[in-house]
């Protein structure tokens, strides 16, 4: 029997991925950058067991939904058919952040999958390998695999042997923060996949988001370089704006924010306006997540705890890739 443990952390875009140019190998149309989290991460353990007559998935010791299940099982099969091992495996996982909040990342999730069950089935997987692995997991997975600030070029090849992460930067270059905002959830959000799909198909704006992509690629990547807070921030909220303007212009329109969520934009943009350096990202979801300086952190995170609306704050910094536990 098989086994091995791993852990990866979350990471959130500072340009963001929406939209894809390969539904079945999930590669995406755009390129990404990001910053993995210090402390917000999944733990993953796979055992392959001869004695099994289906995959299992333990989550936070619970047997996960039906649907969870399969789609792990699906990933084990690709997992399964790059390594010859025939059997089924058990697999439990564990979130140290609230899975509930709506926060819970399909990145760290299927980054510590594709480590733990490679290793288990007795592979010594290459980057390459490990992130088109992650990637049929979740289009935002393969950037958890290294740490600090990650590209994950968009790629031309059909086979998407040029999507591979590339860390732009390690952690320990750039000490910021990131102020994570939990909103009270409203109705269940439209998961990224259809959101992008409906996106591509019916919004009259997908065009012009792809073309702007290279642009921001480049500034983002050159202010994370140079340490220029005022020109990533500016970046970083352009990007997510566009994104949920090119989500909202899908018809029906894919529209993640409720009323807390509205709350916490303007009350950044007014701190901002008193002369706070602040800039907020937004995922498929409510949360506001606010980039600062680690001065700031406390002062914004106090600020924003208070607000009607927001139910947790959470505050991370620049954190390390995934890695395989003893
Ligand atoms: O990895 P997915 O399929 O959950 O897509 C992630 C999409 C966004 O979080 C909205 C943006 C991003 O780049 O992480």
Redesign the pocket.
Known sequence: MGSATAHANTN??LV???GKRDTDLNLPAVS?L?MTLSTMGTTTRVTFDPGLRRDELLLDDHPAPEAARARTSRFLDLVREASGVESFASVRTRNNFPTASGLAS??SGFAALALAATRAAGMDADLATLASLARRG????PRSLLGGFVALPAGQAADGSDCIPRQVAPPEHWDLRLVVTLTASGAKTVG??EGMERTRLTSPYYGAWIEENARAMEAASRAVVERDFETLGRVVEASCFR?HAVALSAEPAVLYWNDGTVRVIHRVRSMRDAGVRCWLTM??GPHVKVLCLPGDADLIAKDLAAMPGVQGVLVERPGPGAEVLP
């Open positions: 959130i875009a963001k991925y929406w990404s990001s399909s990145a979740s289009g935002s997975a990224s996949t994104m995922d498929a």
